[in-house]
């Protein structure tokens, strides 16, 4: 559509300003993390869900499709938009409201997780999943592409916290879930949660507080082999201790995040953990994780109970994306997860991938529940280059099907892994989830060509 079809919409919105159609200074809107640009013919920035619900009638009256978006934080391409499109950004709709006696969070979908735990926190309260993209990223962003995080393995992930949803389905109505429907009827939260923006668009998300948690002691380990870390790893696991935090990258991960700010210890390792332990395990499970971390042949061991010195140690797991960002021309960033038995042999297969490709790949993860993100880098911008990091990909999901694992820990199908869905699932399980999306939009209107090819 032309510029000045668009005047309905404008006139009908908060602010006829939230309406663009000149792209000059929005063209980030038209990609998210993966760097993978599309093409859109209006961004409305809507400020209300009054805002969401006009574009969507609109949308449906001139057969045009709705592309929800956040920070454009992904990495999966679950925001980027086609022809025929309007990119409906939720960042405005940033209410933040804390309940301390319900220990609730009500908060619109474009609030930023980090402000969401901050405030929690001013209220003597906590709000614990942690991406690691928590700075940036938002609330709605995170519940749709089901976020896990840094504290997953002891915590959970977003949506263990969700307790209910508001939002705007494809017909322009407001859908009510969980806690705003008195938990009766369908677990409609539970289908919502992950959805990826294509069968509702959300408006608010009433999240669940914990009491305060007091961050344990932080590790450093530096290992020479990949598999000793991962082995540490499986043996906390096994022996049933639960950290606060348990994080992994190989070694070069580990050089690519020390290039960007100096760590000592990270000169020659094979591989890291940075793990902080549970207040509740004492100085029992302290001793535990050195006596695993010794056993499985570290190289270097720095111990730190001063939060203010473990938070430099934690910049090096945060750091990660903007470093392996800025060493190459063209980053792919997978997030694939297996059972923690198994986590040895995968960071293992990534160590092979890495000796025996013409990529450079490495790894990093939330190692604590077998989630472990494979960078892919090339300096060869060509469709031959970008032909290779996919085959390299494939062996990779094809390995992580093999050892039982999954597709996605955390970053969604979106467009990037939709064409490899059926290695995971069988034909009537994608039915299945088709049912659902027909069900929400008959029409395909809420994020076309997510998830599933067609």
Known sequence: ?????????????????????????????????????????????AETEQDVIETVNFARKNNLSIVPRGAGTGLSGGCVPDKGSIVLSTEKINHLNIDREKKVAIVGPGVITKSIQEEAAR??????????????????????????????????????????????????NRIQTGCY???????????????????????EITLRLIE????????????????????????????GIIPNVLEFLDGDAAACSNKYEKTEGLEKAAAILLI?????????????????????????????????????????????????????????????????????????????????????????????????????MSEDDTPDGHELIEREIERLLNKTVELGGTLTGEHGIGLAKRKYLRLEFDGPTIQYMKTFKEIFDPAKILNPGKIFEN
């Open 1 to 45: 559509m032309t510029a000045p079809a668009f005047k309905e919409l404008a006139s009908s919105l908060k602010r006829k300003s939230s309406l663009i159609t000149e792209w000059a200074n929005s063209a980030n809107y038209l990609k998210d993390a993966t760097e993978i640009t599309g093409v859109s013919d209006a961004l409305v920035m």
């Open 123 to 172: 209220h003597k309260l906590y709000y614990p999943p942690d991406p690691a993209s928590y700075s940036e990223s938002t609330i709605g962003g995170n519940v749709a592409e089901g976020a896990g995080g840094l504290r997953c393995k002891r915590f959970g992930v977003t949506k263990d916290y969700v307790l209910g949803i508001q939002g705007i389905t494809a017909d322009g």
């Open 181 to 203: 429907s008195n938990d009766s009827g369908f677990a409609l939260t539970d289908i919502i949660n992950a959805s990826e923006g294509t069968l509702v668009i959300l408006t």
């Open 212 to 239: 305060p948690v007091r961050p344990g002691d932080t590790f450093l380990v530096a290992f020479d082999a990949p598999k000793d870390a991962a082995q540490t790893v499986s043996d906390i696991v096994n022996a």
């Open 276 to 376: 902080e332990s549970s207040n509740e395990g004492g100085q029992s499970q302290i001793s535990q994780i050195k006596n695993f971390c010794e056993k499985n042949n570290c190289s270097f061991i720095r111990h730190e109970s001063d939060p203010q010195k473990a938070d430099k140690l934690w910049k090096i797991r945060r750091n990660l994306s903007k470093a392996v960002k800025q060493i190459s021309k063209i980053r792919i960033s997978e997030d694939v997860a297996v059972p923690i038995s198994k986590f040895p042999e995968l960071v293992d297969y990534v160590f092979f991938m890495n000796d025996t490709s013409e990529l450079r790949i490495n790894s990093f993860g939330h190692a604590g529940d077998g989630n472990l993100h494979v960078n892919f």
